[in-house]
């Protein structure tokens, strides 16, 4: 993690959250690389987070050790608003960094008791609270609905970062509601299609209009 003082550019970019009138002196520029940890399920939240660019998935563990991805993609608002809104001070997901992850760090200690009497902020809170149940009931119903081919293309095209797509795949298993050795039977049937091509890095995608084709209206949020 990158930790800077907070640019003035940025701390306007906070008024959009409807953060006004705080004093901002201990906010910080934050920078996390591809791969590094955001927040740790269960650590103490040391910062509220504003996204200003990246992406970031969401994960959550079971008691056997097992990690869920919950949230494919974090690309904007604000990473911490659950456990804010229930007065929690400890994490209760993972977030990692897929691309190099840019945000506005608030000091939790310092500013959730500020921000929670800002009612234009909790307002602000409650709807994208609102927004993120309504698309995780969303994405649970359209799992069921579709083929674990049409989860897995629409999770490459979600996922590839310069028509490259590099996941762990036991991450992507977990994420479109398969097994491993499922998974790995599908990305070989695409492989011997043409649709994809297998690297040493990865996946690059060969045929995008046909990974777009066999999706469907399938995607994940």
């Keep these: 993690m990158q930790k800077e003082p907070l640019e003035e550019t940025y701390s306007q970019r906070l008024a959009s959250y409807d953060v006004t009138g705080v004093d901002l002196r201990d906010a910080v520029s934050l920078r996390f690389h591809p791969g590094e940890t955001i927040l740790r399920e269960?650590?103490?939240?040391?910062?509220?987070?504003?996204?200003?660019?990246?992406?970031?998935?969401?994960?959550?563990?079971?008691?056997?050790?097992?990690?869920?991805?919950?949230?494919?993609?974090?690309?904007?608002?604000?990473?911490?608003?659950?456990?804010?809104?229930?007065?929690?001070?400890?994490?209760?997901?993972?977030?990692?960094?897929?691309?190099?992850?840019?945000?506005?760090?608030?000091?939790?200690?310092k500013y959730a008791t500020v921000l929670k009497a800002n009612l234009a902020f909790v307002n602000r809170v409650g709807r994208e609270l609102a927004m993120k149940m309504y698309r995780s009931s969303r994405n649970s119903t359209v799992i069921a609905l579709h083929s674990g081919e049409e989860r897995l293309c629409a999770y490459i095209l979600q996922a590839e970062q310069g028509n490259v797509f590099a996941e762990t795949l036991t991450d992507v298993a977990r994420s479109i509601?398969?097994?491993?050795?499922?998974?790995?039977?599908?990305?070989?049937?695409?492989?011997?299609?043409?649709?994809?091509?297998?690297?040493?890095?990865?996946?690059?995608?060969?045929?995008?209009?046909?990974?777009?084709?066999?999706?469907?209206?399938?995607?994940?949020?």
């Design 42 to 109: 269960g650590m103490p939240m040391e910062y509220l987070l504003f996204v200003i660019s990246g992406k970031a998935k969401v994960c959550s563990s079971a008691a056997n050790g097992k990690d869920l991805i919950l949230c494919y993609y974090i690309s904007e608002g604000i990473v911490g608003d659950a456990e804010l809104m229930t007065d929690a001070h400890i994490s209760n997901t993972t977030i990692s960094a897929i691309t190099e992850f840019h945000c506005i760090g608030l000091p939790y200690a």
């Design 177 to 221: 509601g398969t097994s491993y050795r499922h998974l790995l039977r599908m990305l070989s049937r695409l492989c011997a299609e043409g649709v994809i091509q297998k690297e040493v890095f990865g996946y690059r995608i060969m045929d995008r209009s046909e990974l777009i084709r066999r999706k469907s209206d399938f995607y994940i949020e």
